[in-house]
């Protein structure tokens, strides 16, 4: 499957499949819809980043706080929920290395499956990003898949001077300036200092992810107070703009929630889809953060 309309398709199915099977009350055809949909979580991801929508006459790049709101050995757990079906876990978690003689940052994400779904179907993804303490611009990326029976594996570098990437798999490309990866842009996103926006106003943000460049703009909502596990909390409200299709019916049918406060940690992601219905991200533990999370009464 090389091109993008295949893409599009097998992810638009597996995402059907899980609404079929949020559906059902038997977890065996719940089970069984899962192991008969062989297709790779990845290329859902692929897609979303082709759903994000580019105005450049809408995009600023606003000042960022380096070092101001994570600490080495912060870690971080997510869960994965559809429904009332638990897809798997999702850990980030950062810690200190060297590469090139220089003292950086090392962002690991993983994302796997767990109990029956992972005997199945079992999914362990693993992203890592050795990127710069300032200016959280990566070095070195690395991409590690298995799903299933399939696995991919790829290493990217990145040279700030010439403004180029070299990926094992697919060799050199030009890319634009300041480009980041999939974890560091996490990290990057934490670090803006949103004082400085007003509501509606877009951030914009390129990422070279699966040997590709995806460019794409965030456009910040405001503050809103949302329920967690934890309690109340005070957010930052971040809508990915993304284009209307098959996939998303509005332009803000990607949230992301960042506490208000100086951790800026992402509490909850929710994704909207057409006839599929909420997937959500949840934050359920946070470990070695710079400070505890603030409850409103």
């Known amino acids: 499957m090389h091109a993008n309309r295949n893409i599009t398709q097998f ?3 597996w995402l059907c499949f899980c609404n079929q099977s949020a559906k059902t009350k038997n977890n065996s055809v719940v089970y069984s819809n899962i192991r008969k949909m062989n297709t790779r979580i990845s290329f859902l991801l692929i897609l979303v980043f082709k759903s994000f929508c580019i105005d450049a006459q809408e995009i600023f790049t606003p000042p960022v706080k380096p070092g ?18 638990v897809g798997g876990i999702t850990t980030l978690s950062l810690d200190e290395a060297v590469f090139d003689n220089k003292a950086v940052f090392h962002a690991q994400a993983i994302g796997q499956t767990t109990g029956m779904a992972n005997a199945i179907y079992g999914v362990r993804d693993v992203y890592e990003s050795w990127f710069d303490k300032k200016t959280t611009l990566p070095y070195r990326q690395v991409r590690n898949i298995k799903e299933g029976h399939y696995t991919n594996y790829n290493e990217v570098t990145y040279n700030r001077k010439n403004n180029t990437v070299n990926s094992k798999l697919s060799g050199i490309h030009k890319v634009p300036e300041k480009i980041l990866d999939l974890t560091s ?16 106003d877009v951030v914009f943000v390129n990422m070279f992810f699966a040997d590709e460049i995806f460019p794409f703009r ?17 957010c930052l409200k971040i809508c990915p703009v993304v284009e209307v299709g098959r996939m998303f019916k509005a332009k803000d049918d990607l949230t992301i929630w960042f506490t208000d406060d100086e951790m800026r940690l992402p509490v909850l992601v929710r994704m909207d889809i057409s006839m599929v219905g909420s997937v959500l991200l949840k934050l359920i533990k946070y470990e070695n953060t710079i400070s505890s999370l603030i409850v409103q009464n």
């Open 11 to 13: 992810a638009y199915e």
């Open 68 to 85: 101001s709101t994570f600490k080495v050995g912060e870690f971080l757990t997510y869960q994965i929920r559809y429904g009332f079906i």
């Open 185 to 200: 842009t996490f990290y990057y996103l934490r670090q803006i200092d949103f004082s400085k926006l007003n509501e509606d």
């Open 218 to 234: 965030l456009r910040y909502k405001g503050k809103e107070i949302i329920h967690t596990k934890f309690g109340k909390i005070s």
